[in-house]
């Protein structure tokens, strides 16, 4: 069973940053395509950006030239370097798949707040 263990939240005043980080237990990770996603109370998760296996990046409209994806295939790490983050950002964060989703994992909350 593939295991998603995200880190790097926190509480954060507007404006600051970020850098989230999501380990897979999973082989495969350099062939897959990758993706962060998050959930703010009462809402749905949406999806915030993903990457492709050769790098390929897109971001949420809600989140470019502030959110910034990448992965180290070598250490099976997908990343979220989150800048200047404002009260709307606040949220649950998983890692997970673009598509054909594993098991969600924990989830690392991240409040921004003044």
């Known amino acids: 069973q593939v295991q998603l263990v995200e880190s790097g939240g926190g509480l954060v005043q507007p404006g600051g940053s970020l850098r989230l980080s999501c380990v897979v237990s999973e082989t495969i990770f350099r062939s897959i395509t990758m993706a962060w996603y998050r959930q703010a109370p009462g809402k749905q998760r949406e999806l915030v950006a993903s990457?492709?296996?050769?790098?390929?990046?897109n971001h949420a409209d809600s989140v470019k030239g502030r959110f910034t994806i990448s992965r180290d295939n070598a250490k099976n790490t997908a990343y979220l370097q989150m800048n200047n983050l404002k009260p709307e950002d606040t949220a649950v964060y998983y890692c997970n798949r673009r598509i054909s989703l594993w098991n969600w994992g924990q989830g690392t909350q991240v409040t921004v707040s003044s």
């Open positions: 990457i492709s296996s050769g790098g390929s990046t």
